[in-house]
Nanobody
Framework: QVQLVESGGGLVQAGGSLRLSCAAS????????MGWSRQAPGKQRELVAA???????NYSDSVKGRFTISRDYNKNTVYLQMSSLKPEDTAVYYC??????????????WGQGTQVTVSS
């Protein structure tokens, strides 16, 4: 069983910063990629940033230059540093990872989501 546990969401004023964290735990053999998506009310979930293992990160155009994704490979943790936040960044942010376990080949796993609200 794999769990992704997120933390760090909250309420912030426009122009402010927040850092999200997501730790993966369980019978993990390897992690191919970790990333963040978000879903605003009435909108589809969109990929915000992803970081394949041993590769460079990629970002959606809407956050490029403002958000930074990073990973701690020893802790199976991914971070999302969000700066210059805008009201349109308000959404539930979900961590996801492609993980291989002892019982299952590489599969997508998702966290429970953490709310980020940016006030104008």
């Amino acid at each position: 069983q794999v769990q992704l546990v997120e933390s760090g969401g909250g309420l912030v004023q426009a122009g402010g910063s927040l850092r999200l964290s997501c730790a993966a735990s369980g019978s993990i053999l390897s992690i191919a990629s970790m990333g963040w998506s978000r879903q605003a009310p009435g909108k589809q979930r969109e990929l915000v940033a992803a970081m394949p293992s041993g590769s460079t990160p990629n970002y959606s155009d809407s956050v490029k230059g403002r958000f930074t994704i990073s990973r701690d490979y020893n802790k199976n943790t991914v971070y999302l540093q969000m700066s210059s936040l805008k009201p349109e960044d308000t959404a539930v942010y979900y961590c996801n990872a492609v993980i291989k376990t002892e019982r299952r080949g590489p599969a997508d796993y998702w966290g429970q989501g953490t709310q980020v609200t940016v006030s104008s």
